[in-house]
Nanobody, 130 residues
Framework: QVQLVESGGGLVQPGGSLRLSCAAS????????IGWFRQAPGKEREGVSW????????YYEDAVKGRFTISRDNAKSTVYLQMNNLKPEAPAVYYC???????????????????????WGQGTQVTVSS
């Protein structure tokens, strides 16, 4: 049974940092693309960042480039999202996800949609506010 458990969210001031973690189990973690998405109340879920199975290639949505860093530790079946210089915006729940077939699309267009992902965690809330 696939399980993804996010942690690390919280309340942070603008300009601050948070490190999200996603612990995975129930599948061959080192085989697949893992991604982070976020969803604010009343808005659609949007992609944030993705990382290929070996960690060698990473992709970011334009709004977070230069501020967020995705990484993975395949020995621990965990993906991380280091978020720096956070900007004040509506609170959002951050979700991690696994994409079984998304590698080709990711390499071609640099982003994945929620529909490209097959499993999701329960999410972790991130609020950036003074």
């Amino acid at each position: 049974q696939v399980q993804l458990v996010e942690s690390g969210g919280g309340l942070v001031q603008p300009g601050g940092s948070l490190r999200l973690s996603c612990a995975a189990s129930g599948f061959k973690f080192n085989y697949y693309v893992i991604g982070w998405f976020r969803q604010a109340p009343g808005k659609e879920r949007e992609g944030v960042s993705w990382i290929c199975s070996d960690g060698g290639s990473t992709y970011y949505e334009d709004a977070v480039k230069g501020r967020f860093t995705i990484s993975r530790d395949n020995a621990k079946s965990t993906v991380y999202l280091q978020m720096n210089n956070l900007k004040p915006e509506a609170p959002a729940v951050y979700y991690c996800s696994v994409s079984v077939l998304g590698l080709v699309k990711l390499r071609r267009v640099g982003v994945l949609s929620p529909g490209d992902c097959s499993s999701w965690g329960q999410g972790t809330q991130v609020t950036v506010s003074s």
